[in-house]
């Protein structure tokens, strides 16, 4: 609710609606996704100008909120380059310090709060699942993720293999 609050300038009237909390969520959801994939990155090194600029500039958040993305851009990019991406990850988690943002390991974000039970459960599912897929046999993959999605687990499939996040 906090990212939804800050996306509007303090000045203008904020049409608040359960769409602006889906979409905070998801965009909350985007940055912790690239910190997880960076999570071998070290945020250190000179960053490029002030990553606080836009709260200086009449408190400008929505400003400060696209520079999040834009050092998520910038860190996503040298993660698949493999060239240094501690300068971005550096101002991507001291902007969102300030702001009050990606404080969490990006792990137990996507957890949602789900109990020992259900992580065990659900990661020996996705190995599974990886194993039906690695052998060819769709249809136990998607019963898999099937079940996943009756537990309330939404599956990402990427490059580095797949993360999960509990529904909404």
Same mark, same amino acid.
């Given at each position: 609710?906090?990212?939804?609050?800050?996306?509007?300038?303090?000045r203008?009237?904020l049409?608040?609606?359960?769409?602006?909390?889906e979409?905070s969520?998801?965009?909350?959801?985007?940055?912790?996704?690239?910190?997880?994939?960076?999570?071998?990155?070290?945020?250190?090194?000179?960053?490029?100008?002030d990553?606080?600029?836009?709260?200086?500039?009449?408190?400008?958040?929505?400003?400060?909120?696209?520079?999040?993305?834009?050092?998520? =851009?910038?860190?996503?990019?040298?993660?698949?380059?493999?060239?240094?991406?501690?300068?971005?990850?550096?101002?991507?988690?001291?902007?969102?310090?300030?702001?009050?943002?990606?404080?969490?390991?990006?792990?137990?974000?996507?957890?949602?709060?789900?109990?020992?039970?259900?992580?065990?459960?659900?990661?020996?599912l996705?190995?599974?699942?990886?194993?039906?897929?690695?052998?060819?046999?769709?249809?136990?993959?998607?019963?898999?993720?099937? =079940?996943?999605?009756a537990?309330?687990?939404?599956?990402? =499939?990427?490059?580095?293999?797949?993360?999960?996040?509990?529904?909404?």
């Amino acid at each position: 609710r906090r990212w939804a609050l800050l996306s509007g300038h303090y000045r203008q009237p904020l049409d608040w609606t359960e769409s602006l909390i889906e979409q905070s969520r998801k965009a909350l959801d985007r940055l912790y996704g690239v910190l997880q994939r960076a999570k071998a990155v070290k945020a250190s090194g000179l960053i490029e100008g002030d990553p606080l600029e836009p709260l200086l500039d009449d408190l400008n958040t929505p400003q400060a909120l696209s520079h999040l993305f834009r050092y998520a =851009d910038d860190l996503d990019r040298s993660v698949r380059e493999g060239t240094d991406g501690g300068p971005p990850k550096r101002a991507l988690l001291e902007l969102g310090e300030v702001l009050g943002f990606l404080q969490a390991d990006p792990d137990v974000w996507f957890e949602g709060g789900a109990d020992e039970g259900l992580k065990a459960q659900v990661e020996a599912l996705l190995v599974e699942r990886l194993a039906a897929r690695a052998a060819k046999d769709w249809p136990t993959a998607d019963r898999i993720r099937g =079940d996943l999605d009756a537990l309330g687990v939404v599956v990402m =499939d990427g490059p580095q293999g797949a993360t999960w996040r509990m529904k909404d």
